[in-house]
């Protein structure tokens, strides 16, 4: 008896294949310059949501679009022509809206913006806006009466201080422009929106206190060792750095507590949380105010052995001593930003954790090449190649359907072709609750984080 083999013969895509695809009602009306009514006479399919604020969404197959543009447009040519003139009115939309957005912006400027931006204004009255203001505020007013204090004593330390406080009022000036545009939301050219502004403004900030406070703290003191002056009463000097002392304490205590209540909000330490830099504007106004803190106790110090001895070597030591203090700050704030914005690993422990909740669903069979990044202000990076189990991904499908119904389709097969279309069929919808399970896993990871 010859046993004659059955088999499907093989199907040519070509390298270009889009008959089955689907697009969106949104793609369809601006690619195909359909209208809703257009729309509505074609197949509507649901399908699985990408979304995670909906379950489903409509959608339309490519090739009956393409079909119903043709019908529209009358050719190729027509529907062509359509979509440039298009493009030219949406480039003129385009200009005319930065034409009155300049306008706009001209007009707020000479009359006064009478709308309150609601949105930036909270920001700096709560948690990491609400430190740095404060911190502008007190540097600011350091910064005047310290360099008073310097014209009248002429003190190379006082120099520092003033200097000092001056880079820091200048880097949170800068830490706040970050944080106000971190809050912006995302557009066409920034689809993931800014938040990384944050880590951006903390590390022009490092640089600009290695710059600005350490390097003139240095200019100073060298020059005063080499060319040493006489140092008048130092009395108004030293009120003013015990004012000092209170006020940036007062700040450090601001920052500290900040990040006391967002690192417990966080479940880590209080040292884990700034070496990680979870939130770069607080952790600037931490460090800046405890050199700040260490400054104005080195300056006092180096100025007070000036006036028990009259040697002036003692103050410039002060200043070297100080933008030393200041130079540490710098490089710690570059090198904790710069990784930040480089996307570095989270800690293994996290990572094992995590691999080990997905290898323990019922779904996976194995979990490979897994990378977790930290992208900062609480966003985690997770990417791995998961080998999913066939056979709980189908019987999760079958679960939901009628057995009865599916033994009888089974039965009704006759030939290949009848086959064919039972298995496309159910391979579809297995494939659709593969995806559902992806979405599952991604929305538990979510939470585990």
């Not at 709560?126 to 007190?138: E, F, H, L, R, Y």
């Not at 080195?298 to 130079?327: E, F, K, Q």
């Not at 991904?393 to 089974?410: F, G, H, M, P, W």
Request: proline share 3%.
């Amino acid at each position: 008896m010859l046993l004659v083999r059955a088999v499907l013969k093989k199907r040519d895509y070509g390298s270009r294949y889009t008959q089955n695809n689907f697009i969106t009602a949104v793609r369809a009306m601006n690619e195909f310059c359909l209208k809703t009514s257009d729309l509505e006479q074609l197949r509507k399919i649901r399908r699985r949501s990408p979304h995670d604020d909906t379950e489903a969404f409509t959608v339309f197959l490519r090739s009956d679009v393409e079909v119903k543009a043709l019908e529209v447009w009358g050719s190729p040519e027509a529907l062509a022509r359509e979509r440039n003139q298009r493009k030219e009115v949406e480039r003129e939309f385009k200009e005319n809206l930065f034409r009155n957005q300049k306008l706009l912006k001209e007009y707020k400027d000479f009359f006064g913006n009478t709308k309150p931006r609601a949105g930036k204004r909270t920001t700096f009255l709560q948690g990491p806006g609400k430190v740095v203001m404060v911190a502008i505020c007190i540097n600011g007013l350091n910064f005047f009466f310290k360099l008073l204090a310097w014209v009248y004593t002429g003190s190379a330390s006082m120099f520092s201080e003033a200097i000092h406080s001056l880079a820091d009022t200048c880097n949170q000036a800068l830490l706040a422009l970050g944080i106000s545009q971190s809050v912006r939301n995302p557009d066409a050219i920034h689809p993931y929106g800014f938040s990384n502004m944050r880590y951006i403004a903390s590390l022009i900030s490092g640089v600009g206190i290695f710059m600005m406070g350490a390097g003139l703290s240095w200019y100073h003191g060298v020059i005063g060792l080499l060319h040493p002056q006489p140092i008048e009463s130092l009395l108004w000097a030293y009120c003013i750095l015990a004012g000092s002392l209170v006020s940036e304490g007062a700040t450090l205590l601001v920052a500290i507590n900040e990040i006391k209540k967002s690192s417990k909000l966080h479940g880590v330490s209080f040292y884990e949380y700034v070496m990680q830099s979870r939130d770069p504007s607080t952790n600037v106004v931490l460090l800046e105010d405890t050199a700040a803190v260490l400054g104005v106790i080195l300056a006092a110090g180096c100025m007070g052995l000036t006036s028990l001895t009259g040697n002036p070597y003692y103050d410039c030591l002060g200043s070297l001593g100080v933008g030393t203090l200041l130079g540490t700050v710098s490089a710690f704030l570059i090198y904790t930003n710069t990784e930040a914005l480089l996307g570095r690993s989270i800690q293994p422990e996290q990572v094992q954790k995590l691999t080990e909740f997905l290898e323990s669903d019922p779904a996976v069979r194995g979990i490979h090449d897994v990378k977790a990044t930290d992208m900062g202000l609480s966003k985690v990076r997770f990417k791995a190649e998961v080998d999913f189990d066939g056979r709980v991904v189908t019987r999760s499908y079958l679960e939901k359907q009628d057995i009865e119904q599916i033994l009888n389709e089974i039965q009704l097969v006759k030939s290949p072709e009848e086959l064919e279309n039972f298995m496309l069929k159910h391979g579809e919808n297995i494939i659709d609750t593969l995806g559902a399970e992806v979405d599952r896993l991604e929305k538990e990871l979510k939470v585990s984080l």
